[in-house]
T-cell receptor, first 116, second 108 residues
Framework: DTEVTQTPKHLVMGMTNKKSLKCEQHMGHRAMYWYKQKAKKPPELMFV???????INESVPSRFSPECPNSSLLNLHLHALQPEDSALYLCASSHPAAVGSGNTIYFGEGSWLTVV | KNEVEQSPQNLTAQEGEFITINCSYSVGISALHWLQQHPGGGIVSLFM???GKKKHGRLIATINIQEKHSSLHITASHPRDSAVYICAPREGAQKLVFGQGTRLTINP
């Protein structure tokens, strides 16, 4: 199983709503990532979890709140978002070690978020 | 100046043509990924390179660490190869630095 599964695939939410994006992998990867991608732009790193601990936060606004409840799951909690937060949110996973351990990265299909 | 420069930004070719996409980077890296993204959104890692050359089917990737340059080649291109190809050097263990992508269109 080399899949990273993201749900939901599409989400429309109002600026006062609270919603969550979910990501799951069963490859035994202990590094999991959230990326944000705007149209025709490359992905931007938001958060990295390594061994279920937050290791990188790229100065993301607090209206985005990540959570890693166990080694297979990664959530992104959304609250009081703005229309400019509308984007494709991609989850990814890999082994946490550096190169030399066959450390490729696997991406999910993404969750398309629209904030109205 | 961007840390990762890809060229060309857009490429249209006929089916069967040999395709080359280039990537130059200025950051120190532990490895480099070539990624493929189709319009539906999902990203696939085609290659991870730390030296030399790798081949998978019709795809070949090369890297020159000293010159900080990598290339992705597609032989006998096919319309299903149409996608955005992204060069992503890896800084340290976990941080990818993304190029702007090359939008490839292969016409039948």
């Amino acid at each position: 199983d080399t899949e990273v599964t993201q749900t939901p695939k599409h989400l429309v939410m109002g600026m006062t709503n609270k919603k969550s994006l979910k990501c799951e992998q069963h490859m035994g990867h202990r590094a999991m990532y959230w990326y944000k991608q705007k149209a025709k732009k490359p992905p931007e790193l938001m958060f990295v979890y390594s061994y279920e601990k937050l290791s990188i936060n790229e100065s993301v606004p607090s209206r985005f709140s990540p959570e890693c409840p166990n080694s297979s799951l990664l959530n992104l909690h959304l609250h009081a978002l703005q229309p400019e937060d509308s984007a494709l949110y991609l989850c990814a996973s890999s082994h946490p070690a550096a190169v030399g351990s066959g450390n490729t990265i696997y991406f999910g299909e993404g969750s398309w978020l629209t904030v109205v | 100046k961007n840390e990762v420069e890809q060229s060309p930004q857009n490429l249209t070719a006929q089916e069967g043509e040999f395709i080359t996409i280039n990537c130059s980077y200025s950051v120190g890296i532990s490895a480099l990924h070539w990624l493929q993204q189709h319009p539906g959104g999902g990203i696939v890692s085609l290659f991870m390179l730390s030296s030399g050359k790798k081949k998978h089917g019709r795809l070949i990737a090369t890297i020159n660490i000293q010159e900080k340059h990598s290339s992705l080649h597609i032989t006998a291109s096919h319309p299903r190869d149409s996608a955005v190809y992204i060069c992503a050097p890896r800084e340290g263990a976990q941080k990818l630095v993304f190029g702007q992508g090359t939008r490839l269109t292969i016409n039948p």
